[in-house]
């Protein structure tokens, strides 16, 4: 069949010359058609109008052997423009990428007829309206990034038809309002799954954990309430789920060290758990990031913490934990890679031993602020000298402050505030190459305003 297509300009978009097409394939016409719309400042799309080359080998198209589009990849490319249902057409696409531009609009019903679709990534653009649930219609689906754009409504419900290959769905960062669908625990095969940033609110669905085989969840930074099902605290196959930011409740189960031994990075932060930190996190030897501040944990940190060789990132703060006979504190020294401590805003009580000097050099961030520490800074904070900031403000912290941590090359921001430290006299300065400090002979000083925040200074 031959063709002949007149393709009008757009005053708005227009990049296309009023133009006749001859073409025995509608492929070529459905790509002039979507470029129509578009406005394309970086000339990204200027070889689709050669007609010497095939359209085959246009920038970002590729065919299969019988000259049908199955690829639309221009990533980043500053296009803009609505997201043309016309790519509808090009059915035998299996792979659109189009992230990184600045499409509009709502995404066509017709999408839903893109049979063989496997990959879609429209990732940061500028889409609104509700996803259609029939774009989860083609069996042969392996992964969907529609993260950061204006989506709103529901999440679909995705899984009442089979999609017996999805990998990956990332719907991060929309307006996507509902609870999370039941059905999305039917899809065994999905590895990857992040709805964070969204406004979704309800309980986390059951299902989920069941049969799951996922290896990244992030439900982060939506209205999510109640307990979390203990199913999700099964999912063997875990190495990254972040709950943080939303209103969940209940204990973190005791044996989570166990039930998730794949995993790598756990959040459960901002949100209002209760009681003790599970021993069991020891057992989870593969953890590198750690994260419960903001909750309503109490009891001691778990003294073999330090078990956990891989982990460089702990952050318990604001909390309502307890420091025992501080031997957490030691059992740390063994985490060779902690680069990041933050016990900020818990009960940790007593002298702080002179272990801490035994942490790991690499350590560069250790605050231990507003917390009940009474006795003196340990000299040997000085061997961390890799810190960048020590918060130890608001504590019951006396004596005088270390000169060694006038060693401390790489301070930036030390907190002491509201203890009863002594310190030199005016003002405590930080002169690099020395450990001299004025400090011993300082006087006492309470402080309790916000004076006696420092920023260090450093001097040439
Ligand atoms: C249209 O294209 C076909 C194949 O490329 C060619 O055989 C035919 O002569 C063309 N017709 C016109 C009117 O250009
Ligand atoms: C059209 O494609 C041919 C063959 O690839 C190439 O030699 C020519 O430079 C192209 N013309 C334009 C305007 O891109
Ligand atoms: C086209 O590719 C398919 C498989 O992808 C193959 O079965 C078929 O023989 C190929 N046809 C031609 C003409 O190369
Ligand atoms: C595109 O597809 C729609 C629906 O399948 C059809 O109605 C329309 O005629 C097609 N347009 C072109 C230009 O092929
Ligand atoms: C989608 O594209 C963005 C930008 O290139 C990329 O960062 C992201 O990983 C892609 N998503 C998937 C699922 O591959
Ligand atoms: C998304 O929600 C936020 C917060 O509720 C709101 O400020 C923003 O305008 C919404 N965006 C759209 C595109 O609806
Ligand atoms: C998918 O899940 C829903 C709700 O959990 C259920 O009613 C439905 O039967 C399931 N569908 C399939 C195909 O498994
Ligand atoms: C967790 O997994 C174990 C072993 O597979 C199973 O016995 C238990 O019922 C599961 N618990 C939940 C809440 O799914
Ligand atoms: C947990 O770790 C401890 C200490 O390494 C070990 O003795 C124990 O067997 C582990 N428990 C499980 C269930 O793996
Ligand atoms: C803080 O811990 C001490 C014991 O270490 C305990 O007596 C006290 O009640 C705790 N304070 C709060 C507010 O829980
Ligand atoms: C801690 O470091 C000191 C030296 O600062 C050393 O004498 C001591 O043996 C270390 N203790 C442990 C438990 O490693
Ligand atoms: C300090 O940190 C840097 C990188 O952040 C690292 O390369 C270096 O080994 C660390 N120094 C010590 C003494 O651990």
Redesign the pocket.
């Known amino acids: 069949m031959l063709l002949f297509v007149t393709i009008l300009s757009s005053s708005e978009f227009g990049s296309v010359s009023s133009t006749t097409l001859n073409t025995t394939n509608g492929d070529q016409q459905i790509l002039f058609l979507i470029k129509s719309e578009l406005s394309d400042p970086l000339r990204a799309l200027a070889s689709w109008s050669n007609e010497s080359t095939t359209f085959c080998q246009w920038q970002g198209v590729r065919c299969n052997n019988q000259t049908r589009v199955t690829t639309l990849d221009l990533d980043s490319l500053q296009l803009t423009g609505p997201l043309s249902p016309y790519i509808a057409n090009l059915t035998f696409l299996q792979t659109i990428n189009l992230p990184g531009n600045h499409f509009f609009g709502r995404i066509s019903l017709d999408f839903g007829q893109l049979s063989r679709l496997q990959y879609l990534n429209l990732s940061s653009n500028s889409l ?1 309206g509700e996803i259609p649930a029939m774009l989860f219609s083609s069996p042969s689906l392996i992964s969907i990034d529609l993260s950061k754009n ?1 989506f ?1 409504g529901d999440i679909p419900s995705l899984g009442n038809n089979p999609l017996p290959q999805l990998l990956h769905v990332s719907l991060k960062r929309n ?1 996507l309002t509902g609870t999370i669908p039941k059905s999305i625990g039917n899809i065994s095969s999905l590895t990857y799954l992040d709805l964070s940033e969204n ?1 979704v609110k309800g309980r986390i669905p059951v299902n989920l954990g069941i049969h799951s085989n996922l290896q990244h969840l992030d439900l982060s930074l939506n209205y999510l309430l109640g307990d979390v099902p203990n199913s999700l605290y099964n999912i063997t196959s875990l190495s990254y789920l972040d709950l943080s930011y939303n209103e969940l409740n209940g204990q973190i189960p005791s044996t989570i060290g166990y039930t998730l031994p794949n995993i790598q990075t756990l959040n459960l932060g901002v949100n209002t758990f209760t009681g003790p930190v599970p021993t069991s996190l020891s057992n989870a030897s593969s953890l590198v990031k750690l994260v419960l501040t903001a909750n309503s944990l109490d009891g001691e940190v778990p003294h073999n913490i330090g078990l956990l060789h891989n982990l460089s990132y702990l952050d318990l703060s604001w909390n309502n934990l307890e420091s025992g006979d501080w031997s957490f504190l030691s059992s740390l020294s063994n985490c060779k890679k902690l680069r990041f401590l933050n016990l900020n805003g818990n009960n940790l009580t007593g002298s702080l031993p002179s272990t801490v000097g035994n942490l790991t050099t690499e350590l560069e961030i250790l605050l231990m602020g507003k917390n009940n520490i009474s006795g003196s800074i340990p000299y040997e904070i000085g061997n961390l000298v890799n810190l960048t900031a020590l918060y130890f403000d608001r504590n019951l912290l006396t004596g005088i402050v270390p000169p060694t941590i006038g060693s401390l090359r790489n301070l930036q921001t030390l907190q002491l505030s509201t203890n009863m430290l002594y310190r030199s006299n005016p003002i405590f300065c930080w002169k690099p190459d020395t450990t001299e400090s004025a400090l011993v002979n300082g006087k006492p000083v309470n402080w309790y305003d916000t004076h006696n925040y420092w920023k260090l200074q450093k001097f040439a």
Do not use: A, M
């Open positions: 609104e204006n709103k307006n406004l």
